[in-house]
């Protein structure tokens, strides 16, 4: 039971990915992460660096890009600016599993006591973008902290990511991702679908060829049905993008869109890969 | 006095002094058998598979002194079938069962039982095959049901088992020779049904042993030093020479001339050693045969007026052997077991690369064996033994190996062991990844075995190898010695070089429809020839990405898959 309607401001990180219309349209504040490459560091926000130049260049790169996640003390310095004008801050990370974002932001947080809230999606790119819109709505239909939490629990019990891994080298790369331990001395050129959840980076099919990669991925994707939203990722494969979103059919739920993966993720992964975020309609229920 | 006891009654004793000399018949013409495989390739060893299965049901009643035949067959079925190997040898085996399912509680066979007891032999062969597939006509299946027939009328008028025992060889003779009737293959490659062929020799041997012909060899495992229980290492005597200077060397040439005298060529020549294979005409003659000494057949020919070789090709067989025996000995030394949970997969391989890629997807056993040397069921029963755990999938990657696989599954008794139904490499390796990715999650036996058979449908197999003989099938004509190019088992393409055999392989099968083709290379050929070879087809295939990794397998340059 919430005495009043509180004024809540929906934060998170550049790594969810959103669209910049909707970013506006739900006044959501962004924490950005950072790339750094060729001897610079530039914030992950869409602005700072174009991600169709960052994705060229990357095959060519001598040196591996690594990720940073924004210091604490610059989570600290958002959190107050993005707070101004509302009584609190509820703010969705990349999974902790994945990235010390979160942890940083909790660090910043601190010296707003009770008024922010920090979420861990256990989810990257629109995987948290998806728990984050849905904060925005729920935030403005009942100003309620609590209820927020609770939508944002059920979407990501209802919300699926696979993502097919085009060249392994990336992860291989990275070093990143433990999964691909599985892969380290693999004999066999492999596209492993991965399936992230709860942080967790497991591989959900290993196949060998891109097609049928995709035909499995459409396959789990069906699954799913009906959804309420359906995001389609890729990095550098529009083609491939547009002919999985073709291939569903009737499965696409309206306000379908597709996104190129933010590099701060995307350096992990690599061209050519091709993913979807599911969100089921029943998280409604 | 066996002879005058064998006419009217046989009993346990007789009947291991015929099974033993049917051992010796077989063993005298196991290269005969060898040869006749269909397909020119090095595959199948139905003679070696035959006569080693022949020769584990013959080494249980080696030592035994027991005069109740029913007691003796039962033994001797036992024994097939832990020794059964290759599809022939498994069908022995089931044969073997029957016929001793028929003496059950008889202490003496007379003319009637041993009709009874063919039938019975034929009728649990026949339902047992029935059971993991479409029983094939023109195999030693309709062989051994013809014999029983023919004996079965004439039993109704004749008891003496001389004389059944040659009608019994008479009818298996003429059912032999109609298998090509039967089984177009054999008819256009030229050649009789060789499971068929291996039970003719096994009753030759018999009715040579009731007439008084000399029937040549001691069976192994007759000297009375092989334990009653089967001992793995029985394999080393299967295959070891019958000579004792060796398996000598594998000769091969053409004899180009003008007025060639095939006969006369093939009299002087098949007296120079063993397994002669030689045909021609006036200007051709091709030549193929064992020897101790390939001087002999290569200076005879190249001596004979006008006449010019040609692809003289000159293996030493005693090397090769001894190498396979040094390779499956240091490969016996058993591997670190890995503990399994769940779900454990037995597959077939040969070659380093092969193995570990198997053993890379979770292959918790490889049993060595593949296109030559199939591994029996005793082979695949130690693998499973050696589990530990109750729920098994084997993966025999060769046609000729999922019956002995079968029966092993069978055998197993408290586990449960499926076998999939794959005839190469690459389909195994193609059904373990979704095994791969089942374990992961904790699949069930029945989720696994699913997803491993509906993968194999999902690749093309290529092989490419050397065919071991001239023949033509599906329409291919091939000569001894040309490369050959395999598409899913059957014959596909034959060139002279290796760039024209893939480039075939890879149109036949449309590979530009697909969009990866990986190459195995084997023992051999290096990782540089590979790519190189790659590079020269590659710019024929746009959108095909090729993969080339060392397989390191035998007698196979390359095997190939194509998804």
Redesign the interface.
């Known amino acids: 039971m919430t005495t009043t309607k509180k004024k809540i401001r929906i934060m998170t990180d550049s790594v969810a990915d959103i669209p910049a219309a909707l970013l506006q349209k739900w006044n959501i504040g962004i924490i950005p992460t950072y790339v750094n490459f060729e001897g610079g560091s530039y914030a992950d926000d869409g602005v700072e660096l174009s991600r169709d130049y960052f994705y060229q260049r990357l095959p060519e790169m001598k040196e591996f890009p690594t990720t940073a996640a924004p210091s604490h003390a610059l989570a600290e310095d958002l959190l107050h600016k993005g707070i101004e004008g509302y009584d609190h801050v509820i703010s969705i990370h990349v999974a902790s599993k994945l990235s010390v974002t979160a942890n940083n932001v909790r660090l910043g947080a601190q010296s707003l006591k009770d008024r922010v809230t920090v979420i861990d999606s256990g989810l990257v790119t629109m995987g948290i973008g998806m728990q984050v819109l849905a904060a925005a709505e729920v935030a403005a239909a009942t100003g309620s902290v609590e209820a927020v939490v609770q939508a944002v629990e059920k979407v990501r019990r209802h919300q699926k990511l696979w993502a097919i891994i085009a060249n392994l080298e990336y992860l291989r790369r990275s070093g990143r991702v433990s999964v691909i331990r599985a892969f380290a001395?693999?004999?066999?050129?492999?596209k492993p679908i991965l399936d992230v959840h709860d942080g967790e980076v497991?591989?959900?099919?290993?196949?060998?060829?891109?097609?049928?990669a995709v035909a499995k991925l459409k396959e789990l994707t069906e699954e799913q049905a009906p959804l309420e939203r359906l995001v389609i990722l890729h990095i550098n494969n529009e083609d491939g993008a547009r002919e999985l979103q073709a291939s569903l059919g009737s499965v696409v739920p309206p306000d379908t869109i597709t996104i190129t993966v933010g590099p701060t993720l995307g350096t992990h992964i690599g061209p050519g890969s091709l993913g979807v975020i599911t969100l089921r309609k029943a998280w409604r229920s | 006095m066996v002879v005058e006891i064998g006419r009217r009654v046989c009993d346990g004793h007789v009947f291991k002094w015929l099974l033993a000399a049917g051992v010796s018949w077989l063993a005298h013409h196991r290269e005969h058998v060898n040869n006749m495989n269909v397909f020119p390739v090095p595959d199948g060893d139905t003679g070696t598979n035959m006569l080693v299965t022949i020769q584990k049901a013959y080494a249980q009643i080696a030592t035994m002194d027991e005069g109740h035949i029913g007691l003796v067959s039962e033994a001797v079925a036992r024994g097939g079938l832990m020794g059964a190997r290759g599809n022939s040898g498994t069908i022995l085996s089931m044969l073997l069962r029957g016929f001793a399912n028929g003496l059950k509680r008889r202490e003496v066979m007379d003319g009637a039982s041993f009709a009874l007891a063919l039938q019975s032999a034929v009728d649990y062969a026949y339902t047992t095959v029935s059971t993991v597939m479409e029983p094939v006509e023109g195999t030693i299946l309709t062989v051994a049901r013809e014999t029983a027939a023919a004996v079965g009328i004439r039993a109704r008028t004749e008891n003496d088992l001389q004389v059944l025992l040659s009608v019994a060889a008479a009818a298996a003779n003429r059912a032999l020779e109609r298998t090509p009737e039967l089984l177009p293959r054999l008819k256009e490659a030229g050649v009789v049904d060789s499971g068929g062929l291996g039970l003719v020799y096994l009753l030759e041997g018999m009715l040579r042993l009731l007439n008084g012909d000399q029937v040549d060899y001691e069976p192994a495992g007759a000297s009375g030093s092989v334990a009653a229980a089967p001992a793995r290492s029985d394999w080393k005597d299967a295959i070891q020479p019958d000579d004792e200077d060796g398996y000598g060397y594998d000769v091969q040439f053409l004899m180009l001339g003008q007025q060639l005298n095939v006969d006369e060529i093939r009299r002087a020549i098949s007296a120079m050693g063993w397994s002669p294979l030689i045909d021609g005409d006036a200007t051709l003659v091709k030549v193929h045969i064992h020897v101790h000494n390939p001087g002999e057949p290569l200076s005879y020919a190249a001596t004979l007026p006008g006449v010019q070789l040609d692809d003289v090709v000159v293996e030493n067989m005693q090397a090769q052997y001894l190498q396979y025996v040094q390779q499956r000995e240091q490969r016996e030394v058993p591997a670190p077991l890995r503990q399994v949970d769940g779900v454990a997969v037995i597959a077939v391989a040969r070659g380093a690369g092969i193995e570990r890629i198997f053993t890379e997807y979770g292959a918790a056993r490889i049993v060595p064996g593949g296109q030559t040397m199939n591994p029996g069921t005793e082979d695949f029963l130690a693998a499973i033994q050696s589990l530990d755990t109750d729920e098994i999938i084997i993966l025999p990657n060769n046609g000729n190996i999922i019956l002995a696989a079968q029966e092993a599954a069978k055998l197993a008794t408290g586990r449960q062991v499926r076998v999939v139904h794959n005839r190469t490499i690459p389909q195994g390796i193609a059904a373990l990844l979704p095994y791969a990715d089942l374990r992961e999650r904790g699949g069930t036996l029945d989720e696994m075995f699913q997803a491993m058979t509906d993968s194999l449908g999902s690749i093309v197999s290529g092989e490419i190898t050397t065919a071991t003989r001239s023949v033509t099938v599906d329409g291919i004509s091939v000569q001894a010695g040309d490369l050959i190019g395999l598409l899913n088992g059957r014959l596909a393409v034959a060139a002279s070089t290796m760039a024209d055999i893939l480039r075939g392989l890879l149109h036949k099968c449309h590979a530009e429809d697909h969009e990866l083709a990986t190459l195995y290379y084997g023992e051999g050929v290096t990782e540089a020839q590979a790519r190189a070879l790659v590079d020269e087809v590659a710019a024929e295939f746009e959108h095909l990405q090729f993969d080339v990794i060392a397989g390191e397998q035998p007698l196979y340059p390359y095997i190939i898959s194509i998804e």
Do not use: F, N
Request: glycine share 12%; no cysteine; charged share 25%.
């Open positions: 001395g693999s004999l066999l050129q492999i497991e591989v959900a099919q290993r196949v060998r060829t891109m097609g049928k």
